[in-house]
């Protein structure tokens, strides 16, 4: 039976909302039990080294070996249980989360990369994460939210694989159009320095709810690809620097939320781009494991560096109109508008 690509990705950011929520939560509950501010920090700092600093390496494998991508698919499901109802402690817990969280997204990520053109689809997948881990965090009280969430992402994973026939096959794309080495590499590294830079653009300080931090997030990650559906790359890139630096202008808990938005924004927009970039490597995998990977400075040095917030809007801005010049080099595209 054939399943619509709409229901393929329902699904997906189904799993990745249930996912990043587990994750979330499990974490926290240990965070309230635990009097150590140090302790505290060490296993959320462990985790997301695996979390988001294995993805690369996943994807490598999976890259050269895609008929691996059911078998790590379930194993990330077997560890995310062992990881939620381990009694051997939080360093075993943490393991188990950060690396079945890394299984997770690469194997279900590079499945969204190669299965959909649509830059809308990449931006809703990844708010579903967005939202589920701001969610999990507060719901931390609740241990029997998170409890419920991975039975839910048990059943539907299983179900998902064996009753509807999943497939880590592309579902409706088609193989991107080759760069020289040399493009290819200068693209990807431009795309690489703008996530790195993004990646302090935390909205850590806006004095609102997490869940609501969480949730502009996501907006900003939809917004985003679907302006680079209507509008193209540049368009976008260009709307993306007018809003954020309208945004600095003001004080205010408005004016900050719209920069957390459009910081989101890129996102789509440099996944997709990185993908191509990496086309001749065929590595959709090891793309969205360094796309991840970039994320990881602004986790542990956040607070630590000042940059004028002007000053990153516009050096972000530069990299991505780089990038996308590059990537419209292969036809001899001039208009600076067209995408």
């Known amino acids: 039976m054939v399943y619509p690509a709409s229901l393929h990705l329902g699904i997906m950011t189904l799993l990745h909302f249930l996912v990043d929520g587990i994750c979330g939560a499990a974490l926290a509950v240990y965070a309230w039990q635990e009097l150590s501010f140090d302790a505290i920090c060490y296993y959320f700092m462990l985790y997301n080294l695996l979390a988001f600093g294995t993805q690369w390496l996943v994807g490598l494998c999976l890259d050269k070996q895609p008929q691996l991508g059911k078998k790590l698919f379930l194993g990330s499901v077997w560890l995310l249980l062992a990881g939620t109802f381990s009694p051997l402690g939080i ?96 693209l990807s590294g431009a795309l690489l320095l703008c996530i790195f ?97 970039m994320l990881l400075p602004g986790i542990f040095f956040q607070g630590r560096w000042s940059v004028p917030v002007q000053l990153v809007i516009m050096l972000q801005f530069v990299l991505l109109v780089g990038a996308i010049g590059l990537w419209q080099s292969r036809k001899g595209v001039k208009k600076f508008l067209d995408r």
């Not at 590079?110 to 881990?133: E, K, Q, T």
């Not at 976008?236 to 920069?259: C, D, K, N, S």
């Open 91 to 186: 360093g075993v817990q943490a393991l188990c989360l950060g690396v079945g969280n890394s299984l997770f997204h690469v194997t279900v990520g590079r499945m969204a990369l190669l299965g959909y053109d649509s830059d809308l689809a990449l931006g809703i997948f990844v708010a579903g994460g967005a939202v589920g881990i701001a969610l999990g965090l507060a719901g931390a009280g609740y241990i029997w939210w998170y409890r419920i969430a991975l039975t839910l992402v048990a059943i539907g994973a299983f179900s998902y694989l064996h009753w509807q026939e999943f497939s880590f096959k592309p579902l409706d794309n088609k193989r991107p159009e080759l760069l020289s080495r040399g493009k290819g590499a200068l």
């Open 197 to 293: 830079i993004r990646s302090f653009g935390s909205g850590a300080v806006l004095p609102i709810n997490p869940v609501l931090i969480g949730c502009l997030m996501a907006v900003g990650k939809v917004v985003g690809g679907c302006c680079c559906d209507l509008f193209g790359y540049k368009r976008t890139a260009l709307l993306i620097l007018v809003v954020g630096f309208l945004a600095v202008q003001l004080p205010g808990v408005v004016p900050g939320a719209l920069l957390l938005i459009t910081w989101n924004m890129t996102m789509p927009l440099t996944l997709r781009l990185l993908y191509r970039g990496l086309a001749q490597q065929e590595a959709p995998g090891l793309a969205f494991g360094l796309a991840a990977g």
